[in-house]
């Protein structure tokens, strides 16, 4: 095997295990695929929970190159792509589950439905924070619930998904109120929302915020009791939109007020192949948002590479994280 015909990555062989520093094949672009050199790999809960074997509707099947999220530039690209050119800077939501490469290596070649040019106006590091959470935020809060200009908006959980979810709101003229911890109250505050501690009563931010009526839309990021307090915190005819909508729920308070649900399963067309296309479209109306300036992804400021990308994992799993982590990639 000569040295033009390989690349480094990080390979992990078994759950749990320590990641290992590999030189591995470098693909080449099929059709309908992009090869991209990448330069940052976005580090999510969801990565943290497939390396443990912890994510049954996210099997990888091991060893294998972890990372969903990537940024990076087009280096080569395949038959019957169009669109994208050598040398455009991109970011996607493209593998790492499903038994697709995933970002923690040097190159990955990539369907090109899932990519959109990058935003001009942020960097590397922060564009790849922002595939995974901005397209569960956009699939529930738009193509779900159709947010409307003047919504009072909730988001229950102003983690990753949902201080996105505030930024899309607020940028469709919603009216946004987030509930979580009161140390997140600043940071709510900065993206223009109005924050709600947590520790108050469903019924009592109801009642100060619409009046009794309840909410017109409320997405859920944090599920089990926060899909309960969703059901109980939407409006009559309102919309509840949840990322996290598993175990069992008393469905009783959305029915008696004629309100509806949706889930939002943002892996769906990396493991089934089906709506890439619009995954890539989502990506497309992020950078559009983001060149604006009405979307930046909050980043931890701690810097990892291949050296300590183990540490990100860690750092995620001990919920010591304030914002996105990313590994950037040499």
Not at 162 to 186: F, L
Not at 258 to 280: C, D, N
Request: some cysteine; hydrophobic content about 45%; overall charge negative.
């Amino acid at each position: 095997m000569s040295t033009s015909t390989v690349m480094k990555a990080l390979v992990v062989d078994s759950h749990n295990a320590a990641f290992r520093l590999a030189e591995v094949p470098q693909p080449s672009p099929a059709t309908g695929e992009v090869l991209v050199r990448i330069k940052a790999s976005g580090v999510n809960p969801l990565d943290t929970k497939i390396r443990a074997g912890a994510a049954g509707h996210a099997r990888h099947p091991l060893p294998a190159i972890l990372g969903i999220d990537l940024a990076g530039i087009v280096e080569a690209i395949g038959d019957g792509v169009s669109g994208f050119r050598v040398g455009d800077e991109v970011y996607g939501m493209t593998g790492g589950v499903g038994g697709i490469q995933g970002s923690l290596a040097q190159y990955a070649a990539v369907d090109a439905r899932l990519l959109a040019v990058k935003p001009g106006n942020l960097s590397m590091r922060e564009a790849a924070a922002l595939p995974l959470i901005f397209i569960t935020a956009w699939e529930g809060l738009v193509d779900r619930a159709h947010v409307q200009a003047g919504q009072r908006v909730l988001v229950i959980g102003a983690g990753g998904v949902g201080h996105i979810v505030i930024q899309i709101a607020k940028a469709s003229g919603a009216d946004v109120y987030a509930v979580d911890s009161a140390s997140k109250a600043d940071d709510i505050r900065s993206l223009s929302a109005t924050p709600i501690d947590r520790n108050e009563s469903i019924e009592s931010y109801v009642k100060a915020h619409t009046g009794g009526k309840g909410f017109d839309l409320v997405y859920d990021t944090v599920g089990g009791a926060g899909l309960d307090a969703a059901f109980q915190a939407v409006g009559r005819f309102g919309h509840v939109v949840s990322c996290l909508g598993w175990g069992t729920h008393a469905l009783a308070p959305l029915s008696f007020k004629a309100a509806t649900y949706s889930g939002v399963f943002t892996l769906l067309p990396l493991l089934s192949g089906e709506g890439r296309v619009h995954h890539g479209e989502i990506m497309a109306e992020a950078t559009k948002l983001a060149e604006a300036g009405r979307l930046v992804p909050k980043l931890d400021s701690r810097r990892f590479t291949f050296a300590n990308a183990g540490d990100a994992h860690a750092l995620i799993e001990s919920r010591g994280a304030d914002g996105k982590l990313v590994v950037e990639v040499d």
